[in-house]
């Protein structure tokens, strides 16, 4: 069962998040652009026995509070280590998908003391390519409230199947649509403007977890070369491939997900 919960950070920032499992093995899922909690359920609903896990809503997105400013990939990588402080939580499996695996490696550069495994889903070591800079300027004029037709585009755009188990495209437009515009556009600039090695002189390199990286082939957003990229970039990381999907691998196939996450962890 998934349950909802509101936590408040000292920052004053309020974060939504689901809560699923019990047990002594704890994991963060952080999402992706324009997602939430929601994000996840699907693989929430899969979650291994002897597993509790934390989705929380980033900032401007979800019911979480929804200020102008703090949009950068460190600003929501702070109210993680916030929240995971808030709730106590001492070290983790970081699981991040898209814009949220490189909330996760900022996360794993800095504070390795907090990640005991780093999962990146649908991720890259830059999010500067022709696909995301086509993004930014096509939520360049949005304006609130946000177009339904172009959350349901752009989130439907990152699939090549089905949602799976646990998932529904309506209820992820639900939540996409609940970001304000200001939101995109901010984060729009901040995923291209995101590089490890411009946060305190950090880089790949330096990630000392385990690491496991996911990528569907059909993946239009993130390219083969960009997992090879990345997967040299960290020590002793490990690729996996799933062969038919495409960007939301977790959320076209959840239980596959889970279950290479769950294997990986051990």
């Not at 002594?24 to 992706?32: Q, S």
């Not at 998908?97 to 495994?117: E, T």
């Not at 490990?238 to 977790?250: D, F, I, P, Q």
């Not at 959320?251 to 290479?260: I, K, S």
Request: net charge negative; aromatic share 8%; charged share 20%.
């Amino acid at each position: 069962m998934v349950e909802l919960a509101t936590v408040t950070l000292p920052n004053g920032v309020t974060m939504e998040h689901a809560i699923a499992g019990e047990g002594p093995r704890i994991a963060i899922f952080i999402h992706g652009y324009g997602d939430s909690w929601y994000s996840h359920n699907g693989m929430l609903q899969a979650l291994p026995s002897g597993w509790r896990a934390y989705a929380p809503s980033l900032r401007g997105h979800g019911e979480s509070s929804k200020p102008r400013e703090g949009y950068t990939v460190r600003d929501h990588a702070d109210d993680v280590i916030a929240f995971m402080a808030a709730k106590g939580i001492g070290k983790a499996v970081i699981i991040g998908h898209s814009m949220g695996s490189f909330i996760a490696q900022d996360i794993a550069v800095r504070r390795p003391d907090l990640v005991s495994h780093l999962v990146l889903i649908a991720s890259a070591t830059t999010s500067d390519n022709e696909v995301v800079m086509a993004l930014k300027a096509g939520v360049a004029d949005l304006t609130d409230p946000m177009p339904r037709q172009f959350s349901h585009d752009f989130q439907s755009g990152t699939c090549v199947n089905p949602m799976g188990p646990g998932m529904t495209l309506e209820r992820v437009v639900d939540e996409s649509a609940k970001i304000p515009a200001d939101v995109w556009k901010r984060e729009a600039d901040a995923l291209i403007d995101y590089r490890p090695a411009n946060h305190a002189g950090a880089d790949l390199a330096r990630i000392a977890a385990p690491t496991l990286v996911i990528w569907g082939v059909h993946d239009g957003i993130f390219f083969r070369d960009e997992q090879d990229r990345l997967v040299k970039s960290i020590p002793g990381a490990r690729l996996t491939v799933h062969e038919t999907s495409g960007h939301a691998v977790n959320w076209e196939f959840p239980e596959w997900t889970m279950r290479e996450v769950a294997r990986f962890v051990g």
